[in-house]
Protein backbone atom coordinates (compact mmCIF):
# COMPACT_ATOMS: atom_id res chain seq x y z
CA UNK A 1 0.00 0.00 0.00
CA UNK A 2 1.46 3.56 -1.16
CA UNK A 3 2.77 5.03 2.17
CA UNK A 4 1.11 8.18 2.34
CA UNK A 5 -2.15 6.59 2.61
CA UNK A 6 -1.09 3.59 5.14
CA UNK A 7 0.33 6.59 7.19
CA UNK A 8 -2.92 8.52 6.92
CA UNK A 9 -5.06 5.15 8.00
CA UNK A 10 -2.40 4.85 10.84
CA UNK A 11 -3.82 7.90 12.17
CA UNK A 12 -7.17 6.95 12.06
CA UNK A 13 -6.54 4.36 14.04
CA UNK A 14 -4.33 6.35 16.39
CA UNK A 15 -6.72 8.95 17.24
CA UNK A 16 -9.17 6.00 18.17
CA UNK A 17 -6.80 4.83 20.34
CA UNK A 18 -6.31 7.63 21.60
CA UNK A 19 -9.97 8.42 22.37
CA UNK A 20 -10.49 4.96 24.30
CA UNK A 21 -7.71 5.50 26.18
CA UNK A 22 -8.37 9.07 27.99
CA UNK A 23 -6.64 11.15 26.05
CA UNK A 24 -9.27 12.61 23.76
CA UNK A 25 -8.02 16.40 23.13
CA UNK A 26 -4.91 14.73 21.52
CA UNK A 27 -6.82 12.18 19.15
CA UNK A 28 -7.76 16.03 17.28
CA UNK A 29 -4.24 16.36 15.96
CA UNK A 30 -3.89 12.64 14.02
CA UNK A 31 -7.80 12.86 12.98
CA UNK A 32 -6.93 15.94 11.10
CA UNK A 33 -3.28 14.17 9.57
CA UNK A 34 -5.43 11.63 8.62
CA UNK A 35 -6.98 14.11 5.61
CA UNK A 36 -3.87 16.10 5.19
CA UNK A 37 -2.09 12.90 4.37
CA UNK A 38 -4.75 11.23 2.36
CA UNK A 39 -4.67 14.57 0.03
CA UNK A 40 -1.33 14.21 -0.44
CA UNK A 41 -1.66 10.64 -1.85
CA UNK A 42 -4.41 11.95 -3.81
CA UNK A 43 -2.66 14.58 -5.28
CA UNK A 44 0.26 12.77 -6.04
CA UNK A 45 -2.05 9.35 -7.30
CA UNK A 46 -4.96 11.13 -9.08
CA UNK A 47 -4.89 14.23 -9.61
CA UNK A 48 -0.78 14.39 -11.30
CA UNK A 49 0.95 16.53 -8.81
CA UNK A 50 3.88 13.93 -7.56
CA UNK A 51 5.16 13.99 -4.11
CA UNK A 52 8.44 15.83 -5.65
CA UNK A 53 6.33 18.60 -6.82
CA UNK A 54 4.36 19.12 -4.01
CA UNK A 55 8.10 19.61 -1.96
CA UNK A 56 8.80 22.18 -4.65
CA UNK A 57 5.43 24.05 -4.77
CA UNK A 58 5.67 24.32 -1.34
CA UNK A 59 9.02 25.26 -0.15
CA UNK A 60 9.40 27.27 2.30
CA UNK A 61 5.55 28.31 2.24
CA UNK A 62 2.53 27.08 4.47
CA UNK A 63 2.12 23.25 2.81
CA UNK A 64 -0.76 22.58 4.25
CA UNK A 65 -2.45 25.64 3.18
CA UNK A 66 -1.71 25.30 -0.74
CA UNK A 67 -2.06 21.65 -0.78
CA UNK A 68 -5.62 22.08 0.31
CA UNK A 69 -6.23 24.96 -1.95
CA UNK A 70 -5.06 22.97 -4.94
CA UNK A 71 -6.69 19.42 -3.55
CA UNK A 72 -10.14 20.45 -2.50
CA UNK A 73 -11.82 22.31 -5.14
CA UNK A 74 -11.08 19.71 -7.33
CA UNK A 75 -11.95 17.25 -5.76
CA UNK A 76 -15.52 18.64 -5.03
CA UNK A 77 -15.81 19.55 -8.60
CA UNK A 78 -15.12 16.27 -9.88
CA UNK A 79 -17.12 13.84 -6.65
CA UNK A 80 -20.67 16.06 -6.83
CA UNK A 81 -21.78 13.48 -5.15
CA UNK A 82 -19.66 14.32 -1.93
CA UNK A 83 -19.27 17.93 -3.54
CA UNK A 84 -18.32 20.93 -1.17
CA UNK A 85 -18.15 18.34 1.98
CA UNK A 86 -15.30 17.94 1.26
CA UNK A 87 -13.90 21.34 2.25
CA UNK A 88 -16.32 21.63 5.43
CA UNK A 89 -14.99 18.11 6.75
CA UNK A 90 -11.31 18.89 6.06
CA UNK A 91 -11.68 22.16 7.57
CA UNK A 92 -13.69 21.31 10.71
CA UNK A 93 -10.57 18.94 11.08
CA UNK A 94 -8.43 21.43 10.58
CA UNK A 95 -10.16 24.21 13.23
CA UNK A 96 -10.21 21.25 15.70
CA UNK A 97 -6.52 20.35 15.57
CA UNK A 98 -6.11 24.28 15.82
CA UNK A 99 -8.01 24.42 19.16
CA UNK A 100 -7.46 21.19 20.57
CA UNK A 101 -3.08 21.71 20.02
CA UNK A 102 -2.72 25.14 20.77
CA UNK A 103 -5.63 26.50 23.15
CA UNK A 104 -6.16 26.40 26.69
CA UNK A 105 -9.39 25.19 26.08
CA UNK A 106 -11.36 21.88 27.42
CA UNK A 107 -13.38 19.93 24.23
CA UNK A 108 -16.07 17.83 24.90
CA UNK A 109 -15.48 13.87 24.16
CA UNK A 110 -18.48 13.57 22.54
CA UNK A 111 -17.15 16.41 20.00
CA UNK A 112 -14.11 14.82 19.62
CA UNK A 113 -16.08 11.46 18.61
CA UNK A 114 -17.44 13.49 15.88
CA UNK A 115 -14.40 14.94 14.84
CA UNK A 116 -13.05 11.17 14.57
CA UNK A 117 -16.30 10.68 12.37
CA UNK A 118 -15.65 13.48 10.28
CA UNK A 119 -12.13 12.18 9.47
CA UNK A 120 -13.76 8.78 8.95
CA UNK A 121 -16.03 10.26 6.40
CA UNK A 122 -13.35 12.13 4.57
CA UNK A 123 -11.27 9.01 4.34
CA UNK A 124 -14.52 6.88 3.33
CA UNK A 125 -15.45 9.16 0.96
CA UNK A 126 -12.10 9.66 -0.84
CA UNK A 127 -11.65 6.19 -1.31
CA UNK A 128 -15.22 5.32 -2.89
CA UNK A 129 -14.75 8.21 -5.26
CA UNK A 130 -11.05 8.56 -6.20
CA UNK A 131 -8.73 5.56 -5.03
CA UNK A 132 -11.61 2.71 -5.45
CA UNK A 133 -12.29 3.96 -8.66
CA UNK A 134 -8.25 4.30 -9.87
CA UNK A 135 -7.75 0.90 -9.24
CA UNK B 1 -8.87 41.11 8.22
CA UNK B 2 -10.88 43.72 7.35
CA UNK B 3 -10.79 42.87 3.65
CA UNK B 4 -11.98 39.17 4.30
CA UNK B 5 -14.56 40.60 6.60
CA UNK B 6 -16.19 43.20 4.09
CA UNK B 7 -15.47 40.04 1.05
CA UNK B 8 -17.67 38.00 2.75
CA UNK B 9 -20.25 40.41 4.64
CA UNK B 10 -21.07 41.28 0.99
CA UNK B 11 -21.47 37.67 -0.12
CA UNK B 12 -23.46 36.97 2.66
CA UNK B 13 -25.38 39.79 1.95
CA UNK B 14 -26.40 38.39 -1.93
CA UNK B 15 -27.33 34.86 -0.21
CA UNK B 16 -30.27 36.29 2.00
CA UNK B 17 -31.11 37.89 -1.13
CA UNK B 18 -31.09 35.36 -3.27
CA UNK B 19 -32.07 32.31 -0.87
CA UNK B 20 -35.81 32.02 0.15
CA UNK B 21 -35.95 30.95 4.04
CA UNK B 22 -32.07 30.94 4.54
CA UNK B 23 -30.56 31.94 7.88
CA UNK B 24 -26.67 33.03 7.81
CA UNK B 25 -24.55 33.91 10.67
CA UNK B 26 -20.87 34.84 10.19
CA UNK B 27 -18.18 35.08 13.08
CA UNK B 28 -14.34 35.34 13.19
CA UNK B 29 -12.57 33.21 15.66
CA UNK B 30 -9.19 34.92 16.80
CA UNK B 31 -8.18 31.56 18.67
CA UNK B 32 -8.13 29.35 15.50
CA UNK B 33 -7.90 32.29 12.95
CA UNK B 34 -10.65 30.91 11.50
CA UNK B 35 -13.63 32.92 9.62
CA UNK B 36 -16.65 30.73 10.10
CA UNK B 37 -20.21 30.75 8.06
CA UNK B 38 -22.69 29.26 9.66
CA UNK B 39 -25.89 28.04 7.49
CA UNK B 40 -29.37 26.67 7.83
CA UNK B 41 -31.81 25.40 7.75
CA UNK B 42 -30.54 22.06 6.02
CA UNK B 43 -33.17 21.81 3.47
CA UNK B 44 -31.24 24.92 1.65
CA UNK B 45 -27.83 24.11 3.04
CA UNK B 46 -27.32 20.38 1.53
CA UNK B 47 -30.81 20.73 -0.73
CA UNK B 48 -30.74 23.25 -2.72
CA UNK B 49 -28.48 22.80 -6.32
CA UNK B 50 -28.09 26.62 -6.07
CA UNK B 51 -27.10 27.19 -2.66
CA UNK B 52 -24.21 24.49 -2.84
CA UNK B 53 -23.13 26.23 -6.15
CA UNK B 54 -23.03 29.42 -4.76
CA UNK B 55 -21.42 27.98 -1.46
CA UNK B 56 -18.61 26.52 -4.03
CA UNK B 57 -18.44 29.34 -5.84
CA UNK B 58 -17.80 31.35 -2.85
CA UNK B 59 -15.05 28.28 -1.26
CA UNK B 60 -12.89 29.33 -4.23
CA UNK B 61 -13.25 33.31 -4.58
CA UNK B 62 -12.21 33.35 -1.11
CA UNK B 63 -9.19 31.09 -1.67
CA UNK B 64 -8.14 32.79 -4.21
CA UNK B 65 -8.63 36.37 -2.73
CA UNK B 66 -6.88 35.07 0.68
CA UNK B 67 -4.57 31.98 -0.06
CA UNK B 68 -3.98 32.63 3.05
CA UNK B 69 -6.96 32.93 5.10
CA UNK B 70 -9.22 30.13 6.63
CA UNK B 71 -12.66 29.73 5.89
CA UNK B 72 -15.53 27.16 7.20
CA UNK B 73 -18.77 27.08 6.03
CA UNK B 74 -21.17 24.59 7.58
CA UNK B 75 -24.02 23.86 9.66
CA UNK B 76 -24.77 25.71 12.81
CA UNK B 77 -22.37 23.41 15.62
CA UNK B 78 -21.36 23.68 18.99
CA UNK B 79 -17.66 23.23 18.02
CA UNK B 80 -18.02 26.62 16.24
CA UNK B 81 -17.27 29.51 18.33
CA UNK B 82 -19.64 32.63 17.09
CA UNK B 83 -19.05 34.76 20.08
CA UNK B 84 -17.78 36.85 17.60
CA UNK B 85 -20.14 37.83 15.81
CA UNK B 86 -20.46 39.98 12.78
CA UNK B 87 -23.22 39.04 10.76
CA UNK B 88 -26.56 37.78 11.41
CA UNK B 89 -29.60 37.76 8.85
CA UNK B 90 -32.59 35.78 6.93
CA UNK B 91 -34.14 36.08 4.15
CA UNK B 92 -37.36 36.81 5.65
CA UNK B 93 -39.82 35.39 3.30
CA UNK B 94 -41.77 32.54 4.57
CA UNK B 95 -40.37 28.99 4.49
CA UNK B 96 -41.72 25.67 4.81
CA UNK B 97 -41.72 25.63 8.79
CA UNK B 98 -43.28 29.00 8.54
CA UNK B 99 -46.01 28.42 5.99
CA UNK B 100 -46.87 25.15 8.21
CA UNK B 101 -47.23 27.67 11.61
CA UNK B 102 -49.24 30.24 9.73
CA UNK B 103 -51.44 27.30 8.26
CA UNK B 104 -52.20 26.22 12.00
CA UNK B 105 -52.66 29.59 13.37
CA UNK B 106 -55.12 30.19 10.35
CA UNK B 107 -56.83 26.87 11.79
CA UNK B 108 -57.04 27.85 15.06
CA UNK B 109 -58.51 31.54 14.16
CA UNK B 110 -61.54 30.01 11.72
CA UNK B 111 -62.00 28.05 15.27
CA UNK B 112 -62.35 30.79 17.26
CA UNK B 113 -64.83 32.64 14.38
CA UNK B 114 -66.92 29.62 14.77
CA UNK B 115 -66.77 29.78 18.36
CA UNK B 116 -67.56 33.09 18.51
CA UNK B 117 -70.63 33.22 16.00
CA UNK B 118 -71.74 29.99 17.84
CA UNK B 119 -71.64 32.40 21.00
CA UNK B 120 -73.20 35.50 19.50
CA UNK B 121 -75.93 33.74 17.83
CA UNK B 122 -76.84 31.69 21.23
CA UNK B 123 -76.53 35.10 22.90
CA UNK B 124 -78.70 37.15 20.25
CA UNK B 125 -81.84 33.86 20.73
CA UNK B 126 -81.95 34.52 24.53
CA UNK B 127 -81.78 38.27 24.19
CA UNK B 128 -84.74 38.02 21.92
CA UNK B 129 -86.30 35.66 24.19
CA UNK B 130 -85.95 37.85 27.22
CA UNK B 131 -87.45 40.42 24.94
CA UNK B 132 -90.38 37.91 24.09
CA UNK B 133 -90.60 37.54 28.07
CA UNK B 134 -90.32 41.05 29.22
CA UNK B 135 -92.88 41.34 26.04
CA UNK B 136 -95.47 38.69 27.72
CA UNK B 137 -95.14 40.04 31.06
CA UNK B 138 -96.21 43.49 30.14
Known sequence: MPAYKNKAQNNIVTAEILLDNGLPLSSAHPAYYSSFLLMKFLLAHCFSVSYAQQETLTKNKDSHKLLSNMALPTMAAQDTETGNDYLVWYNKLKMMRRKADYKPVEIEDSLLRDNLTTAKNFMKSVDTHFISVKK | ?138
Open chain 2, 1 to 138: MMKETDFLINALNEWCKQFEGIHVRYAYDAATEYHIVEVDPESIRRGNIEYEEAEMALWTQFMEAFPEADLLISEPSRVNDMSNCLFDSSNKSLGQSEWERFYFDYDVLAQIEINLTKKCAHSQTNEYKNVNEYALAA
